[in-house]
């Protein structure tokens, strides 16, 4: 069974500074990957995923991940953090065929001013 | 605009009196699934559908129920409420059979079951 494990349930950075939140996985198979946003009292939006070709990816708002399947790993990475960054961050993975997605914990990223 | 709708977005019930939480998507996706989202524990799935009366189980389906008359609806249904159903709950939707399919959420419903 694959599963999903992002490391820190908060996070918290200085507006401007380098935002990094990690994710790994665990799959028999090669994954497909995802990070969801979810700002307060909304639903998740897609914010980057990786299919199949180049592992890193770029997404909205500047963010970008690198997949790496050596290290099983899916960081989601932005150079300088905004104050409107702040947010809950999912990473999620999907390995069959269909639409399941197997979501992680979820982080909590606090940007202060 | 493409959305997927659910309502009510908030409810306070008592335990056992059954309740239904509508889910509707205007893209046409035959895909369509129930998240309940708990902290520490993200979100997991209670149900999904891959097409009209086609349905089936997810990680954690004890206590619900649903349906999937039309393509555009997928009610979910608590036929007895409990506690520990208290939960936010997330309603998506995407073309089925696309592994890599981006899925749409609904605002999500906060349920509180006393």
């Known amino acids: 069974a694959q599963s999903v494990t992002q490391l820190g349930s908060h996070v918290s950075v200085s507006e401007g500074a380098l935002v990094l939140l990690r994710c790994n996985y665990s799959s028999s198979v090669p994954p497909y990957l995802f990070w969801y946003v979810q700002y307060p009292n909304q639903g998740l939006q897609l914010l980057l995923k990786y299919t199949t070709g180049a592992t890193l990816v770029k997404g909205i708002n500047g963010f970008e991940a690198e997949f790496k399947k050596s290290e099983t790993s899916f960081h989601l990475t932005k150079p300088s953090a905004h104050m409107s960054d702040a947010a809950e961050y999912f990473c999620a993975v999907s390995v069959q065929a269909g639409n399941m997605l197997t979501f992680g914990g979820g982080t909590r990223l606090m940007v202060k001013p | 605009e493409a959305q997927v709708t659910q309502n009510p977005r908030y409810l306070i019930t008592v335990t056992g009196k059954k309740l239904t939480v509508t889910c509707s998507q205007n893209?046409?996706?035959?895909?369509m699934s129930w998240y309940r989202q708990d902290p520490g524990l993200g979100l997991r799935q209670i149900y999904y559908s891959m097409n009209v009366e086609v349905t089936d189980k997810g990680d954690v389906p004890e206590g619900y129920k649903v349906s999937r008359k039309e393509k555009r609806n997928f009610p979910l249904i608590l036929e007895s409420p409990s506690p520990n159903q208290t939960s936010l709950y997330f309603c998506?939707?995407?073309?089925?059979?696309?592994?890599?399919?981006?899925?749409?959420f609904g605002p999500g419903t906060r349920l509180l079951v006393l």
């Open positions: 998506a939707s995407s073309i089925a059979g696309t592994r890599g399919g981006t899925q749409y």
């Open positions: 893209m046409n996706h035959e895909y």
